[in-house]
């Protein structure tokens, strides 16, 4: 069962999220059991070293994370999340696919698979879901 009848619908809803929405955060694909969320990255995602913060990758992935899970099961929060920072983007893009890997009575477990437009795998976000 899914929770939004269409992207744009999924889309106006997300789209009240300001902070994701101002980091430049678009949601490009949903799926009963997949979300699909990007982000061009600019000058405002650096740090001092010049390379993307990790709160940025953070942020696309918990966004593609409440995404999903709030299309398996509304209202849903997050209970648990943890990154894993793989290697440092070296595209101008991030893409952020999040997939359900397990749904069940209470809780959900999101898997976030996050790469930059060159195919580079930059992070993976592992979130636990807490089905209000």
């Given at each position: 069962?899914?929770?939004?009848?269409?992207?744009?619908?999924?889309?106006?809803?997300?789209?009240?999220?300001?902070?994701?929405?101002?980091?430049?955060?678009?949601?490009?694909?949903?799926?009963?059991?997949?979300?699909?969320?990007?982000?061009?990255?600019?000058?405002?995602?650096?740090?001092?070293?010049?390379?993307?913060?990790?709160?940025?990758?953070?942020?696309?992935?918990?966004?593609?994370?409440?995404?999903?899970?709030?299309?398996?099961?509304?209202?849903?929060?997050?209970?648990?999340?943890?990154?894993?920072?793989?290697?440092?983007?070296?595209?101008?893009?991030?893409?952020?696919?999040?997939?359900?890997?397990?749904?069940?009575?209470?809780?959900?477990?999101?898997?976030?698979n996050v790469s930059d437009d060159t195919g580079r795998d930059v992070a993976q976000f592992v979130?636990?879901?807490?089905?209000?």
């Amino acid at each position: 069962m899914v929770n939004f009848n269409d992207i744009e619908s999924a889309r106006e809803f997300f789209y009240q999220d300001k902070f994701a929405v101002d980091t430049g955060i678009t949601l490009d694909e949903l799926t009963e059991d997949k979300a699909i969320c990007s982000l061009e990255l600019n000058d405002n995602h650096k740090n001092a070293y010049g390379g993307v913060m990790g709160g940025v990758i953070f942020t696309l992935a918990d966004f593609s994370f409440a995404v999903l899970s709030n299309q398996i099961h509304q209202l849903t929060v997050a209970q648990q999340v943890s990154i894993n920072y793989l290697s440092a983007p070296k595209g101008e893009k991030l893409i952020a696919e999040a997939t359900c890997r397990k749904s069940g009575r209470s809780s959900s477990i999101v898997i976030v698979n996050v790469s930059d437009d060159t195919g580079r795998d930059v992070a993976q976000f592992v979130g636990t879901g807490f089905k209000l």
